[in-house]
């Protein structure tokens, strides 16, 4: 039993088979990083740029591609690939290149979309008009990191743009018939619980993205936040915590909102906390146990329940 609309789902139901997501490394850097906004990224960005997962460039695209698949064939019989374009701001570059990039990419055969993760800043009317070109081809999603609407929380992460940047990006790429995902990252240090569901209940109910990524805070090595935590400046969320919370917005969000993460796992490599999230089976696990429990015990009205 299903308590959200997950992307499993979605996707089963948009491309009729199981898709697997490639995550892939478009070579950009980040205004964040380069000395246009900041030289130090955002405060929990790791040197890998949120693409630590993400196949290293090899070549043109083509290969690139083919060593991300060979890494997931080798353990299931996929036939059906996102590519994913993780690392740093993946619009922030000349546009012919973006161009080159992003054709090229949908040109593979068995790649059936395109995802794109960027910064809401870094969307110009050119850009927006070449995804729309490029939706017409194959479908394009485009990934923006809001992480929180509050305004002291987003200048402590160096996030580096306002609130309404956000919304005009957002609408200027729905407008356009563009699948748009937003991240949102739950325990940031020094919000309550009330002001994570205020984040939520914006997107919600106000702004409505199709999709959305729920993020546990990850304190990881190299970073400024690891600083700031090794100082005993805030600590991370308890798996009961964060459950409770995680709960409480799945509940605030419309019935075909996909959801396409819930927890996220930083590499165990250079994660330090919190320490319980490096088993990511177990999480889910637990996450599923408790979801049907809360269900029987409650007959609480779950969104979008599927059977």
């Known amino acids: 039993m299903e308590h959200y609309y997950a992307l499993n789902r979605y996707l089963m139901e948009t491309f009729g088979e199981k898709v697997y997501k490639l995550a892939l490394d478009g070579g950009m850097t980040c205004p964040n990083r380069d000395g246009t906004l900041d030289t130090r990224g955002c405060i929990f960005c790791s040197q890998g740029?949120?693409?630590?997962?993400?196949?290293?460039?090899?070549?043109?695209?083509?290969?690139?591609?083919?060593?991300?698949?060979?890494?997931?064939?080798?353990?299931?019989?996929?036939?059906?690939?996102i590519a994913y374009y993780q690392s740093y701001t993946n619009t922030y570059a000349e546009f012919p290149y973006l161009k080159r990039l992003?054709?090229?990419t949908l040109k593979e055969p068995d790649i059936v979309a395109l995802s794109i993760g960027t910064r809401p800043d870094c969307l110009s009317d050119e850009i927006v008009r070449l995804l729309s070109d490029l939706n017409r081809i194959k479908p394009v999603w485009?990934?923006?990191?809001?992480?929180?609407?509050?305004?002291?929380?987003?200048?402590?992460?160096?996030?580096?743009?306002?609130?309404?940047?956000?919304?005009?990006?957002?609408?200027?790429?729905?407008?356009?018939?563009?699948?748009?995902?937003a991240h949102v990252i739950l325990?940031?240090?020094?919000?309550?619980?009330?002001?994570?569901?205020?984040?939520?209940?914006?997107?919600?109910?106000?702004?409505?993205?199709?999709?959305i990524k729920l993020q546990l805070l990850h304190v990881l090595e190299g970073t400024d936040l690891a600083q700031e935590y090794a100082e005993g400046k805030f600590e991370t969320m308890e798996m009961d915590a964060y459950f409770d919370v995680l709960f409480a917005c799945i509940e605030e969000l419309p019935e075909d909102m996909v959801i396409h993460r819930l927890?996220?796992?930083?590499?165990?490599?250079?994660?330090?906390?919190?320490?319980?999230?490096?088993?990511?089976?177990?999480?889910?696990?637990?996450?599923?146990?408790?979801?049907?429990?809360?269900?029987?015990?409650?007959?609480?009205n779950w969104k979008n329940e599927y059977t």
């Open 142 to 181: 485009v990934e923006l990191g809001l992480q929180t609407i509050h305004s002291k929380t987003a200048h402590y992460i160096r996030r580096g743009y306002e609130l309404p940047v956000f919304v005009d990006a957002l609408h200027r790429l729905q407008k356009e018939g563009i699948h748009v995902v």
């Open 263 to 300: 927890t996220g796992d930083g590499p165990k490599r250079i994660l330090i906390a919190p320490k319980w999230t490096g088993d990511k089976k177990r999480v889910m696990n637990e996450m599923r146990r408790r979801m049907d429990e809360m269900h029987i015990r409650q007959g609480k």
């Open 49 to 81: 740029g949120s693409g630590d997962f993400a196949q290293m460039q090899c070549g043109n695209v083509h290969e690139q591609i083919q060593s991300a698949k060979s890494r997931i064939v080798q353990k299931t019989n996929a036939k059906k690939f």
């Open 187 to 211: 325990g940031l240090p020094g919000e309550s619980k009330e002001d994570m569901l205020g984040t939520i209940r914006f997107l919600a109910h106000e702004h409505r993205p199709d999709g």
């Open 102 to 104: 992003y054709t090229d």
